[in-house]
């Protein structure tokens, strides 16, 4: 008897997670579709895949309905950095809260098993540390970072009323910072800026005095997590927390990249942004109990393996203009 593969719908999928969860998928053997309006996705991020016959890729925007028949969806659609996130708050809230709704009314009329990547956004500026998925979380609805926070928010909820009210199989993931190869150079993140700004050898921006911490966790670690909860039992719905909670301060990340990269760059200070949380970092006790999962990838091997990736796209022919990262075409 042959094997059926399964298809698997990623929203999201030209973006930074979503490619590295389209690869995984078609290396199982399962016929992807990845959905994408390129906002901070980019082409280039799954050129790889598209000679394959079981990987499929569509322009569309989840805020509109969709009809397609899958077994499985992964709903990863939603600008993840401040910067791209507040850049049209309207339409990131839309994203999470619209774009929640037309996926779990996909997967009610096709009845598929549905995974919504959350975030440790949910726990907003925690005055518990570090935070168990029990943490109702200290969020700020009328701030700049509210459009994610609680777009992402809502979207745990229809997400939960849509397992309680249609018994819908549901998976939620709270994603913790996540940091690897085709992260967008533009993005803000600490992680991003800092591999870029050594690798031109201009100063490392620190908001704050660098006590800051988080947790960092490596890209292959955390898909590996998300194949794991999609196969859990079906009483594990999460939300399940995912991520590093190992924690660096900001300042020693900055000493690390510049170690690494060999840079001659030096460390500046800047204001803290406003609602920037202190300090961030996963209780995984339930993502060990029920997957079985823990990061495996040191600081030290995922930065490497980070900054060779940057270093090619920045010394791509071109790339580099009037000092700003022009970035690959989509
Ligand atoms: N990277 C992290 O550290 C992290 C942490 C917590 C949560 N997450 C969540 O994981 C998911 C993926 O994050 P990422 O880091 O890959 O971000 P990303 O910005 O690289 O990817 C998001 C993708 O969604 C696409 N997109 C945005 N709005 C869309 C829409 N309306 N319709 C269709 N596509 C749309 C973008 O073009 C992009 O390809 C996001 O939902 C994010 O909230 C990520």
């Known amino acids: 008897m042959s094997v059926v593969a399964k298809r698997v719908l990623v929203t999201g999928g030209a973006g930074f997670l979503g490619s590295h969860l389209c690869e995984r998928l078609v290396a199982h053997g399962d016929d992807v579709l990845c959905v994408d309006n390129y906002f901070t996705g980019r082409k280039d991020n799954v050129a790889d895949l598209l000679g ?60 598929a098993k549905i ?26 609805p009328i701030g700049p970072r509210a459009c994610y926070d609680e777009g992402k928010r809502c979207a745990e909820t229809l997400f939960f009323d849509y397992f309680r009210q249609h018994k819908l199989k549901i998976r939620v993931a709270r994603i913790f910072n996540t940091y690897g190869p085709r992260m967008h150079p533009n993005d803000g993140r600490v992680v991003s800026n800092f591999i870029v700004q050594a690798l031109r050898g201009a100063p490392l921006t620190i908001y704050g005095d660098g006590s800051q911490t988080r947790a960092f966790c490596f890209v292959d670690d955390l898909i590996e997590g998300f194949l794991r909860l999609m196969a859990a039992a079906d009483q594990v719905t999460g939300p399940i927390n995912l991520g590093n909670p190992h924690e660096t301060a900001v300042a020693e990340l900055a000493e690390l990249v510049i170690a690494l990269t060999g840079s001659r760059s030096t460390i500046t200070s800047c204001p803290l942004p406003i609602d920037d949380p202190v300090q961030r970092c996963p209780d995984i006790g339930q993502a060990k109990a029920l997957l079985d999962w823990q990061p495996t990838t040191s600081l030290k091997e995922g930065l490497s393996r980070t900054i060779a990736y940057f270093d090619k796209l920045l010394s791509r022919r071109g790339a580099m203009e009037g000092g700003k990262i022009k970035l690959p075409s989509h």
């Open 52 to 111: 394959d016959p079981h990987f499929e890729a569509m322009r569309h925007d989840i805020t509109h309905s969709l009809f397609v028949e899958v077994d499985e969806i992964y709903n990863l659609a939603c600008p993840a950095s401040p910067i791209h996130y507040q850049f049209d708050p309207v339409q990131t809230t839309k994203t999470s809260v619209i774009g929640a709704i037309n996926m779990l009314g996909l997967a009610k009329r096709v009845k």
């Open 115 to 140: 995974f919504q990547a959350s975030t440790s956004e949910v726990y907003g500026d925690p005055s518990l540390h570090p935070q168990p998925e029990s943490y109702r979380g200290n969020v700020n």
